[in-house]
């Protein structure tokens, strides 16, 4: 049973920065590609940043040069460095992971990050 175990939210002030953890556990085939994701009120989910296997990564414009998204293969662990945050990343941030050769995604169960202004 695959599991994720998101930290580091919380509450920061407008140009603050916050990281973000996401444990994935109970694969034996491991994970490939790995990201963030988020929800604010009233508005859809939205992709944050992603990471595969190899390391290329992929950002939402409204994120480019603030935030980083790297991850650690051998603890199946992936982060997002968030720099210089905005009241507008106020949201619920979810990770997901897709499984190695079955390709099932899994959602952690978010943590909220809120910018007060």
């Known amino acids: 049973q695959v599991q994720l175990v998101e930290s580091g939210g919380g509450l920061v002030q407008a140009g603050g920065s916050l990281r973000l953890s996401c444990a994935a556990s109970?694969?034996?085939?491991?994970?490939?590609?790995m990201g963030w994701y988020r929800q604010a009120p009233g508005k859809e989910r939205e992709l944050v940043a992603s990471i595969t296997s190899g390391s290329s990564t992929n950002y939402a414009d409204s994120v480019k040069g603030r935030f980083t998204i790297s991850r650690d293969n051998a603890k199946n662990t992936v982060y997002l460095q968030m720099n210089s945050l905005k009241p507008e990343d106020t949201a619920v941030y979810y990770c997901?992971?897709?499984?190695?050769?079955?390709?099932?995604?899994?959602w952690g169960q978010g943590t909220q990050v809120t910018v007060s202004s």
């Open positions: 109970g694969s034996v085939f491991g994970f490939n590609d």
């Open positions: 997901n992971v897709r499984q190695a050769f079955t390709y099932r995604y899994f």
